[in-house]
């Protein structure tokens, strides 16, 4: 190794000038570099960290220490005459992170991450991960400790929660402790897999004698699969009091108190990966990671066809109203408002007419109520319906408001004749008739005081094929609707009697059981503004027959084949929903059922 004084078993290299530093930097694997300042000298209590990652990894090939004397080292111009040790991280001759401080935790989880890595990596386990080269800068912004890794994509893991844990119940908790420890959760689905899913995804234990069991297990009923980011390191602590004694990074050792008294725990980062972190939590039983960037790209495509596009943007939903003057003149009108919002890429979430009280006039329109019009806009918001409508669009705050353009129509004629607010001006009243949130949590206010969720009952009855619950799961999500809860029972009579409450005394009643009674009926506890009466919409008439005829998009039309395989089924009121979900579901939901 470049640096190393001859027949000397020492532990760093000792780099003084740029051409032992170029030299260093041809090292293959990993190098920690102590970047010290001639006057104070190199970290003396990093070294016994450094000493135990030597004699515990025994990766001398690809595990190199060196000290790097700043004042001489043009590279190292920026750490001049700062006393903060730093620690750099060059992996194969790439500066890829930085540590500022003698945080031995930080520098240790660093360095079993990258010595990891770097193992997997030579024997095709995994692919090498797209490092940048960090700027060698000495920024005062950065924490104390905190970890430079610039990874160029975010590094995602497919988690699956198996269908023993869903049945259990322990979904909540593993979600809980996952994002605790700082991991994003990015997408969910629940699902039964395909035969196809699961023997794609278990390849790798494919071999094992008890792997068609397995299969046949895990087909049996729903797991979660979830798209798990790293998160933000900045945030992301552990708590140290859920870990086991002695497996700290840094470890109980002696050596270490002079430094480990150093960190808090804002300056602890995520030191585990997830499959090492669920170990550590005894969950990983219960959950199977895979964080092969290859395979998790495909399972991505597999599970979550959209996931990439929806990443690609800026995805942000916002409130949107028209007032009541331009409403009524634009309904029915060539090119309206809503086909203008359409043409701009938004995606129309909910919409719903409102004539809006006075106070909440007054509180709507609060940003006017020292202008002489105030007393006439109120007048006028109040004087009919207005459209209120929720907006999903890429960039959709920003991109609204620049639709609707200055909120004085004097202003808008002037400087933004196209905008929306000149094109659907009133002459009685001098402001923008189109209103827009102008920020996302204002937004997220209005959305939540204009569309509050309900949850609603939803069954989907045993004779609909595996394949066919999810394309209705599908079309569940595509009308905007939240799966708050899902499982798969056998009905027993008396849960058939509390869902089927109005029907017990009719004739067909006993058909209606034999059917329920066929098979495992999927429940699902369904969020949305207006649950109860929009899944009734989605599900279409009783009678499939019918279905296809007055709604044809309806859920009954494509997959019911008689008035008793209609396919599927929901609460009838807001109160009945909140009955059955409290009886199906136990409390579970019960935070939400207020809202009903
Ligand atoms: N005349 C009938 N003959 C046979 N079965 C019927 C008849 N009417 C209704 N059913 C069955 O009973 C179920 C409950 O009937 P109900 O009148 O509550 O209809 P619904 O509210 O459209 O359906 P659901 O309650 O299942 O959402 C229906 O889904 C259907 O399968």
Redesign the pocket.
Known sequence: MAGKKRGEAQLQAIITNQSLWDEMMLNKGLTVIDVYQAWCGPCKAMQTLFRKLKNELNEDEILHFAVAEADNIVTLQPFRDKCEPVFLFSLNGKIISKVKGANAPLVNEKVMQLINEEKKIAVGEMNRPQYHEIMLADSDTEDAGEVQDESAEEQYNIAIIKPDAVLSGKVHEIKEKITKAGFVIEAEDKRRLTEDNIRNFYSRIADQPDFEDFVSFMKTAISYILVVSQGNKKLAHFEESESEPGTQPGGPSEDHHEVKDKVTSKEVTKRDSLPEYLERQHISQFCDVEDNAINVDKFIDTFFPDFKKMKSMKLEKILALIRPSLFKENKGKKESVLEIIEKEGFKILMQRQIVLSKEEAQTFCKDYEKEDYFENLIENMTSGPSLVLVLLGDNGLKHWKELLGPKSVEEAREYAPESLCAQFARENLPINQLYGSDSLETAEKEIQYFFPPQSTLA?I?PHVSYENRDDILKIIKEAGFEVKHMKEILLTKELADC??L??RN????K??LQ?LFEGPCLLLVLAKWNAVSEW?RL?G???PEEARLLSPDSI?AHFGTS????A?????SAISAEETIRKLFGELDSENLEEN
């Open positions: 069954l009855k869902i089927y109005n029907i009719k004739d067909f009643y058909d209606v059917i009734r599900m008439p009783t009678d009954r008035i008793l395989h209609n599927v089924h929901g609460a009838s």
